[in-house]
């Protein structure tokens, strides 16, 4: 069997921003795992690795928006991706109802509060419970696919 990891990039995936506020300070990581996991009641989930540095800020904020990029956006993409960087740095957002950092010119956003929490090997999948869902417009989304950060053609 080919390593997992080797598969895997052949299966396309959309791409996320999960952003909190962390004692009044905006934080947020890019993920490629964000699916929909239960209508009634609606959740949401994604897989956060267990070194990520900022998935237990996220955690301790109780609550995150999930920030579903559009195609033109591959440098929100990687900057969330990145160490070192200032994520937020001349980036626009407003705080969702929930108070959490809804960024500028995405496709689509959840603002959630932290339902359930389960390991699973080196990830924790995290449930989160949907307040709020809107979809804007038609742009097209991102994907990430064969290592490469593509719109959806
Ligand atoms: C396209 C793409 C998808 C990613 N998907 C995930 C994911 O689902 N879960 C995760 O924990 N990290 C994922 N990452 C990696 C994180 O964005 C990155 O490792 C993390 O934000 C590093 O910084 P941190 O220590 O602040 O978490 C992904 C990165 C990219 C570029």
């Known amino acids: 069997m080919k390593p997992l990891r080797e598969v895997m990039r052949h299966v396309p995936s959309n791409v996320a921003v999960v952003t909190a506020l962390h004692d009044g300070v ?3 990581m890019t993920v490629g795992s964000f699916t929909s996991a239960s209508l009634d009641p609606p959740l949401v989930s994604f897989f ?23 195609a033109h956006q591959p440098q929100v993409a990687t900057a969330f991706a990145s ?21 500028d010119g995405v496709l689509a956003w959840l603002d959630c509060e932290l339902h359930a929490l389960h ?9 989160g419970m949907v307040h709020g869902a809107h979809a804007i417009g038609d742009a097209k989304p991102l994907v990430f696919f064969r290592g490469e950060l593509a719109a959806l053609e």
């Open 26 to 28: 905006p934080v947020g």
């Open 48 to 70: 956060a690795g267990k070194c990520s540095t900022t998935w237990p800020l996220i955690e301790a904020a109780g609550k995150f928006c999930v920030n579903v990029l559009s």
């Open 83 to 103: 160490r070192d960087v200032d994520r937020f740095g001349g980036r626009g957002w407003t705080p969702s109802p929930l108070g959490s950092p809804l960024l």
């Open 119 to 127: 390991e699973v090997g080196d990830h924790v999948a995290v449930a």
